[in-house]
């Protein structure tokens, strides 16, 4: 199971907005409506951010907004704080397993 | 509250056997299926296994099919891994998840432990 395709780092300042790409096939992104986002802060598990594509779990914040396009994947989270530093992990269904990115690191600056 | 507690890691040779375990709380655990997922130091995430709700059917990552089985115990609504042949690849951080639904859908993980560390080295 090849793992999806995120850009290792993205950075913005306070109050930008910033995209975070997760590119797979037709067997995972492009084939399923189950894509979700995690976001990690050192040390800490991860937390499910947006889930069925577009989908936030009660308690998240709606700066954090999620899209699909194909077999690709987006996270965008606007008006950028501090506390949104941290890595961020896109996720698939892929017939009967899961796959995840590799993970970006997301720099506040 | 949803809780979700690790134990059973620990430090063991190349080839060595391990157990992992994960009570819960909070939830009707037949309800919903449940998901391994590791960490290796300083790198991503990594589903390991997961198991439907109340069927407990399996699924495996092929880096670990053959070695590893995943199970749950209804009556202690507590989920296991039963880790054999292990490698030092194998070396990583363990999180149980919980998933939203029934296995393969919606997401894997709406809740997740805090995770219990795996070192395999001689």
């Known amino acids: 199971q090849s793992a999806l395709t995120q850009p290792a780092s993205v950075s913005g300042s306070p109050g930008q907005s910033i995209t975070i790409s997760c590119t797979g096939t037709?067997?995972?992104?492009?084939?399923?409506?189950?894509v979700s986002w995690y976001q990690q802060h050192p040390g800490k598990a991860p937390k499910l951010m947006i889930y069925?594509?577009?989908n936030r779990p009660s308690g998240v914040s709606d700066r954090f907004s999620g899209s699909k396009s194909g077999n690709t994947a987006s996270l965008t989270i606007s008006g950028l704080q501090a506390e949104d530093e941290a890595d961020y992990y896109c996720?698939?269904?892929?017939?009967?397993?899961?796959?995840f990115g590799g993970g970006t690191k997301l720099t506040v600056l | 509250e949803v809780h979700l507690l690790e134990s059973g890691g620990g430090l063991v040779q190349p080839g060595g056997s391990l157990r992992l375990s994960c009570a819960a709380s909070?939830?009707?655990?037949?309800?919903?299926?449940m998901s391994w997922v590791r960490q290796a130091p300083g790198k991503g995430l990594e589903w390991v296994s997961g198991i439907s709700g109340s069927a407990g059917t399996t699924f495996y990552a092929d880096s670990v099919k053959g070695r590893f089985t995943i199970s749950r115990d209804y009556s202690k609504s507590t989920l296991y891994l039963q880790m054999n042949s292990l490698r030092v690849d194998d070396t990583a951080v363990y999180y149980c998840?919980?998933?939203?639904?029934?296995?393969?859908?919606?997401?894997?993980?709406?809740?997740w432990g805090l995770g219990t560390l795996v070192t395999v080295s001689s």
């Open positions: 037709s067997n995972d992104i492009g084939g399923y409506n189950y």
């Open positions: 909070g939830f009707i655990f037949s309800n919903y299926a």
């Open positions: 998840a919980k998933a939203q639904g029934a296995y393969g859908s919606s997401s894997l993980g709406d809740y």
């Open positions: 069925e594509v577009s």
């Open positions: 996720s698939s269904y892929t017939s009967t397993n899961w796959v």
